[in-house]
């Protein structure tokens, strides 16, 4: 397809807009200052951007691509795209829509054309279209599987991975408690142990310092009284 083709093609279906208006600047009552603003800290970071896809427009690589397709099956004499040029060379003329569909069907008629075979021709454009759309919902899948899917394959084995770290770190502190449980038990074991020898020592130095006091003494006095 041309692209002088296509543009005529294209005027068929879509009419220029006019320009829209610029919207009038308006003073802002109130400047916001850093300290105005609103801060919320976070331990870890988050996603940036919004979930919501951006809304539908008219797309002209998509319209080339349903254009192509209806030009492709385009059919011999005059069908609904004829009735469609009229239509649209009606635009110009003072009339309201009805008088311009009457008209155009009129034009159609004079031109061996019935409203029958204007239907039928545009219910077929239809299904080419509704073909097209099949194939794009086809191509969407295909690009979901293969840019979203493996990620989402990602991020579930990072989610388990995360999961079984954390059990592992949960497994670890218990094991941490219980190794300063265990210490804190030999601590009071050896606190224990070490008063109990302590004492027995502490009671043995006692008992020798009594009798070697005693034997001593009596030593001490056969030296003074047996002179």
């Not at 951006?54 to 002209?60: H, L, Q, T």
């Not at 210490?183 to 074991?189: A, D, I, K, T």
């Given at each position: 397809?041309?692209?002088?083709?296509?543009?005529?093609?294209?005027?068929?279906?879509?009419?220029?807009?006019?320009?829209?208006?610029?919207?009038?600047?308006?003073?802002?009552?109130?400047?916001?200052?850093?300290?105005q603003e609103s801060k919320t800290p976070t331990s870890l970071p988050k996603e940036?951007?919004?979930?919501?896809?951006?809304?539908?427009?008219?797309?002209?690589?998509?319209?080339?691509?349903l254009f192509s397709a209806i030009e492709k099956n385009n059919q011999e004499g005059?069908?609904?795209?004829?009735?469609?040029?009229?239509?649209?060379?009606?635009?110009?003329?003072?009339?309201?829509?009805?008088?311009?569909?009457?008209?155009?069907?009129?034009?159609?008629?004079?031109?061996?054309?019935?409203?029958?075979?204007?239907?039928?021709?545009?219910?077929?454009?239809?299904?080419?279209?509704?073909?097209?759309?099949?194939?794009?919902?086809?191509?969407?899948?295909?690009?979901?599987?293969?840019?979203?899917?493996?990620?989402?394959?990602?991020?579930?084995?990072?989610?388990?991975?995360?999961?079984?770290?954390?059990?592992?770190?949960?497994?670890?502190?218990?094991?941490?408690?219980?190794?300063?449980?265990?210490?804190?038990?030999?601590?009071?074991?050896?606190?224990?142990?070490?008063?109990?020898?302590?004492?027995?020592?502490?009671?043995?130095?006692?008992?020798?310092?009594?009798?070697?006091?005693?034997?001593?003494?009596?030593?001490?006095?056969?030296?003074?009284?047996?002179?």
């Amino acid at each position: 397809m041309s692209n002088g083709f296509l543009k005529d093609f294209k005027a068929l279906f879509i009419v220029p807009e006019e320009e829209p208006r610029k919207p009038e600047q308006k003073a802002s009552s109130a400047s916001t200052t850093p300290s105005q603003e609103s801060k919320t800290p976070t331990s870890l970071p988050k996603e940036t951007g919004s979930d919501a896809p951006s809304p539908g427009k008219v797309n002209d690589k998509f319209l080339n691509v349903l254009f192509s397709a209806i030009e492709k099956n385009n059919q011999e004499g005059f069908d609904y795209l004829e009735f469609r040029n009229s239509l649209q060379s009606l635009r110009e003329m003072s009339m309201d829509e009805a008088t311009r569909f009457k008209s155009a069907m009129a034009m159609a008629k004079s031109m061996g054309a019935s409203m029958a075979a204007i239907v039928t021709s545009a219910q077929q454009y239809l299904q080419v279209l509704k073909s097209e759309q099949g194939k794009f919902d086809e191509a969407m899948k295909n690009q979901r599987a293969q840019q979203i899917g493996n990620k989402e394959q990602q991020m579930e084995e990072l989610s388990n991975s995360v999961k079984a770290k954390e059990e592992e770190i949960k497994k670890m502190q218990q094991e941490i408690e219980q190794t300063k449980q265990k210490y804190v038990e030999l601590s009071q074991q050896i606190k224990d142990a070490t008063r109990h020898i302590e004492s027995t020592k502490n009671d043995f130095v006692a008992s020798y310092e009594s009798l070697v006091g005693q034997i001593q003494g009596d030593l001490n006095k056969i030296q003074e009284y047996m002179k």
